[in-house]
């Protein structure tokens, strides 16, 4: 596979989806010419059986010698035996190929992802990334194969049809270069005639679908009023207007098909009527073999030309698919880090500096004249309303988003000259909701560190309070948690989180609602775990639940984006301002 940094160095913006497709494809040039060879090779008893066939006409009708026959069957059992070994070769470098370059797109996508904005991810869903990393590669996969497949199939015998004719019966080229195109458009002109009906088709097909979904949705509905009958007479509309348009559908297939199967019969019942003429009248240098061949490869030629006239709508999905990758690999929205300073060392002291933000498409800023000073291994809290800006916050600390104005500097430096990814080495992210997958409960805990022993690890667990059940565990630090942590309970899935943060020992420590939607048992316990992590740490915190964030050693009072208040516990209360009517709304 390319290096990951390969594919990301195309510009995707603006390219022809086929200029981005051959730059996939560039590491692969000399197998894919490979293949093509093959693939003529293992092909070649298509286009050279009715040259054989008319060599053997003449041997018996001339009464030449059977050696002749022999010969001619030898040659072709020749060929045929060629076919198994040059057609692995074909799948080897062709399909291979295909397999390839759709491996470097994923991994080209994959690679974007990770480069994209926080902001960028926000706005584009998981499941329109995950089709485009999935789906449009396999689409582009499929259609290089079955283009190489149909393609290579019908230039093999245009190729050596053509030049057998050329050959041996020359005065008929013209006729084929001339006839063969023109019957093949003709018969694509009357299947395109059928574009709209599969469309009729393709529409009432998907209302189906949508009336299914509506009819299943509404079930304990229905059933509870006793409305079986309705919803069934609903469906059974549907499903009559399907009917019908998939039997109009198939009349028309049927009319078309007929149609263009008895005009290239007919044109070819002209082209094997023409040549026996002239043989029969000596016209040309015809023999009554070149007769069977020019019927034979009549038929062969336009199937070749219709073929390769049907691709379109094959490569034309492939290179929509290509289209569809680009809208991720030549977003603009990255985290640029290249060329900044690198993080080696973190005391935690932050300084807000006048910072405002604003999301796209925002009428008034998240944040605003947001100014502070955080000191190394102080724990500020930031409570307020939904929308007050809390959040922004935290995503201006780790990084996610950039101040629209005014600075934010860590340790006296300025956050946009850093490099990102190395500060965040020395940060630790416990979220509201912990995010495991479907690995061990060690490989969730170590993630991302290497060389890290079972003892490190117990240590980290029983400092998050997390020992005493993954002991419990079937197969301990061994135990599989599920997708997301399935198998675990939500606070056994936080205490994973504090686990894997403790693990790393962080300098700068972020707590998002952490404790916001757990049982009053299990809050208790993480609470227990969040004393210990945040000793001697710089820590943010955001909470709804005034209880939690009590012990703060400042607590950050926001509304509308902006700071209303700061102080401890102790001397917001005393003012009687937001904080202590937000407490007494709580305490009520």
């Given amino acids: 596979m390319a290096a990951p940094q390969g594919p990301l160095d195309h510009r ?4 022809h989806p086929v200029r ?6 560039r590491p692969d040039r000399g197998r894919l010419a490979l293949g093509v060879l093959a693939f003529l090779v293992k092909h070649s008893p298509t286009w050279l059986m009715p040259l054989i066939t008319a060599n053997i006409v003449d041997i018996v009708v001339r009464h030449r010698p059977v050696s002749g026959l022999w010969l001619n069957a030898g040659l072709l059992l020749l060929t045929l035996a060629l076919n198994y070994p040059f057609h692995l070769l074909y799948v080897r470098c062709w399909y291979g190929s295909a397999r390839r370059m759709g491996n470097r797109m994923r991994s080209a996508l994959c690679h974007r992802m990770q480069q994209l904005s926080i902001g960028y991810h926000s706005k584009v869903s998981a499941g329109a990334l995950q089709t485009k990393v999935i789906r449009d590669a396999e689409n582009v996969e499929t259609s290089l194969q079955q283009t190489g497949d149909q393609g290579l ?14 050959v041996r019966t020359p005065a008929f080229l013209p006729v084929f270069l001339l006839v063969v195109p023109a019957a093949s458009a003709l018969v694509m002109w009357l299947r395109g005639r059928l574009r709209a009906y599969n469309e009729s088709f393709r529409q009432e097909v998907e209302h189906l679908s949508s009336r299914v979904s509506e009819m299943t949705t509404l079930i304990p509905i229905t059933r509870a009023h006793g409305l079986e009958h309705t919803a069934l007479r609903r469906m059974d509309g549907t499903l009559r207007q399907v009917l019908a348009a998939g039997l109009r559908l198939d009349r028309l297939n049927g009319r078309f098909g007929a149609l263009a199967w008895i005009l290239l019969n007919a044109l070819g019942v002209g082209c094997l009527a023409g040549a026996a003429l002239a043989a029969y009248h000596g016209w040309l240098a015809v023999t009554p073999g070149d007769v069977v061949m020019l019927s034979a490869y009549f038929s062969s030629l336009t199937a070749a030309v219709t073929t390769l006239m049907g691709l379109t709508p094959l490569i034309s999905k492939g290179l929509e698919s290509v289209r569809s990758a680009g809208e991720v690999l030549q977003a603009p929205d990255l985290e640029q880090n290249a060329g900044k300073t690198e993080v080696t060392a973190v005391r935690g002291r932050f300084d807000f500096q006048d910072v405002r933000h604003v999301y796209d498409d925002a009428d008034r800023h998240s944040v605003r004249d947001f100014t502070l000073t955080v ?3 102080e724990t500020v809290a930031l409570v307020g309303a939904s929308g007050a800006g809390k959040s922004t916050v935290l995503g201006l600390v780790i990084g996610f988003l950039r101040p629209a104005s005014g600075r934010i500097l860590l340790d006296g430096v300025d956050m946009q000259a850093l490099d990102l990814r190395s500060y965040r080495r020395f940060l630790s992210v416990v979220p509201q909701e912990s ?3 479907e690995g061990t409960v060690r490989d969730n805990v170590a993630y991302g560190l290497t060389g890290v022993g079972d003892e490190e690890i117990r240590a980290a667990l029983r400092d998050a309070n997390a020992l005493e059940f993954v002991d419990r565990l079937p197969a301990g630090l061994d135990t599989v948690v599920g997708e997301r942590g399935a198998r675990l309970s939500g606070g056994q899935k936080q205490r994973l989180a504090i686990a894997r943060a ?8 972020v707590l998002d609602e952490a404790t916001s939607a757990l049982d009053s048992h299990s ?3 993480i609470q ?16 709804h639940r005034l209880s939690t964030v009590r012990g703060a050693d400042r607590i950050v009072v926001m509304d509308e984006g902006r700071i209303a208040e700061v102080g401890s516990h102790g001397e917001l209360l005393r003012r009687g301002g937001l904080y202590a009517r937000m407490q007494a709304v709580q305490s009520a």
């Fill in 12 to 15: 995707y913006r603006g390219e």
């Fill in 20 to 25: 981005t497709l051959a730059y996939l494809l």
């Fill in 153 to 166: 199939s019908a230039l093999a015998m245009l190729i050596g049809a053509l030049t057998v004719i050329g």
């Fill in 375 to 377: 000191h190394p291994g």
């Fill in 435 to 437: 995010i495991l997958f």
């Fill in 502 to 509: 403790l693990i790393r020992d962080p300098r700068v420590l």
């Fill in 523 to 525: 809050e208790a316990m």
């Fill in 528 to 543: 227990q775990a969040l004393a210990r992590l945040v000793r001697g740490r710089t820590v943010f915190v955001v909470a």
